[in-house]
């Protein structure tokens, strides 16, 4: 019997086992800071902490009792408050559209309640997790690897299902994430790997290819990536390039130094916006005639009104596992929908759009199943399919990662006259380094 299937069944059996329990009563805190609760049964579904027979506070169903779901994203002062802020935004949109739907097994989705400002710093993210953990069912968005990691032991605990903002390859691997974390599109190690594949086919094989990115998870994985496929492709891959945050670093000059030491013929570029405009921009401004490719979180629509702009039109790919904004999607469709003719300010509501799909999947199957107690919802993972609408490929939780992963990259092209600023020029491309490398285990380790 495997770990993952051991998991299950001691879920079964505490599944089993609180369906004979009929007079606990649902604590549910009124300031989302504590309040364990008891596993219920309304005869028909087993309940437990994070869910009410009350409506929602702003319930659309009165007959509907409320899912509590957690929200632990950076929304005000951290590096990625302009891509999550919008990000959020669009997850309030998907819940609304499903509890006017009807929401799911007799109960609206409330994520308010129980949203929270984790400013992108650990320990932030694990102070505020510990002050929603007890009323929620599961968390529909923990922004940032480092961040989730430090309370997915206590997650694990809980059975506390999460959508993770963040795309470490980790979370392909039981051993990383306990089945728990519903992961979407490909991971940035996976990313490097077949945009490289598409700058191949499209512009010729380069003979130098270098990464540059933030430490940890997001510039290692990426970085990896590169290294990985210029294995596969008989390229030589310079150096890696560290660097921070300017909040932190001050600027990008170190970097630019860099670059333009090695010449690589495509860098690929794992950062933030603000870096990428300045690196793109110095670099292009001091003669540099390489080519950049983006990792998904390096864009915002913002930089077309920077003086990086026609540096970033000529030089600049970005990359990313969702539909662009002039994609053509039901779940594209939906989502602008949702905004009555306005614009998000940028791709992040894409992003909050799609990681509502894993979700919402889970809450109906375990609900068909009968069982919505953190645990009954955990033991549904595995084997999980979702669809996402046409938004990205479909994706089935758990099985070989490997054949499972999610390799299909959008590519866009800087174009002030798109919505949103990206022109797509490549559709769900899949390249074929990714099957050439071994993907048995987390390409870097998430710290």
């Not at 950076?74 to 998907?94: C, K, M, N, S, Y």
Request: proline share 5%; net charge negative; glycine share 12%.
């Amino acid at each position: 019997m495997t770990k993952r299937q051991r998991s299950r069944a001691a879920l079964a059996l505490v599944a089993a086992g609180v369906l004979t329990l009929s007079a606990c009563t649902q604590v549910t805190p009124d300031d989302g800071s504590s309040g364990d609760a008891d596993s219920v049964s309304d005869g028909t579904i087993t309940t437990g902490a994070g869910i009410t027979e009350e409506a929602c506070p702003d319930g659309v169903n009165a007959d509907n009792g409320c899912i509590y779901l957690g929200v632990l994203s950076d929304l005000t002062e951290g590096p990625f408050a302009a891509l999550a802020v919008p990000i959020t935004d669009a997850q309030r949109a998907f819940w609304a559209q499903v509890n006017a739907d009807g929401g799911i097994g007799g109960y609206d989705i409330d994520i308010d309640t129980y949203t929270r400002d984790t400013k992108y710093q650990a320990a932030e993210h694990a102070a505020q997790y510990q002050q929603i953990a007890a009323g929620v069912l599961g968390i529909a968005q923990s922004l940032g690897t480092v961040n989730t990691e430090a309370v997915l032991p206590d997650m694990v605990e809980r059975s506390l299902v999460t959508v993770p903002t963040s795309w470490w390859s980790g979370y392909a691997f039981e051993e990383n994430d306990s089945g728990i974390i519903l992961e979407t599109g490909y991971s940035y190690c996976t990313e490097a790997l077949v945009g490289l594949d598409w700058f191949a086919e499209e512009n010729g094989s380069p003979a130098t290819v270098q990464a540059v990115g933030y430490p940890g998870d997001y510039g290692g994985d990426s970085a990896e990536g590169v290294n990985r496929w210029a294995e596969v492709n008989g390229a030589t891959a310079l150096d890696p390039i560290g660097t921070g945050p300017n909040q932190v670093v001050g600027n990008q000059d170190a970097v630019v130094a860099a670059v333009l030491d090695g010449g690589a013929d495509v860098v690929v570029l794992a950062v933030g916006p603000a870096e990428t405009a300045e690196i793109v921009g110095k670099l292009a401004a001091s003669g540099f005639s390489g080519r950049f490719l983006g990792a998904l979180p390096t864009w915002n629509p913002a930089l077309l009104e920077s003086a990086a702009a026609p540096a970033l039109e000529a030089l600049y790919n970005h990359l990313t596992p969702y539909e662009n904004w002039d994609g053509s999607s039901a779940s594209i469709e939906a989502a602008k929908a949702s905004l009555n003719g306005e614009l998000p300010a940028n791709g992040g509501y894409i992003i909050g759009w799609g990681i509502g799909y894993p979700m919402k999947a889970a809450l109906e199957t375990a609900a068909d199943a009968g069982d919505l107690t953190p645990e009954g919802l955990a033991s549904v993972i595995d084997g999980l399919t979702v669809d996402f609408d046409g938004l990205m490929q479909p994706h089935t939780y758990g099985g070989d990662p490997q054949s499972n992963a999610n390799q299909a990259v959008n590519v866009g092209v800087p174009d002030p006259d798109v919505e949103l600023g990206l022109r797509t020029i490549a559709s769900f491309y899949e390249g074929t380094s990714f099957d050439e490398t071994d993907y048995s285990a987390a390409c870097v380790a998430s710290s």
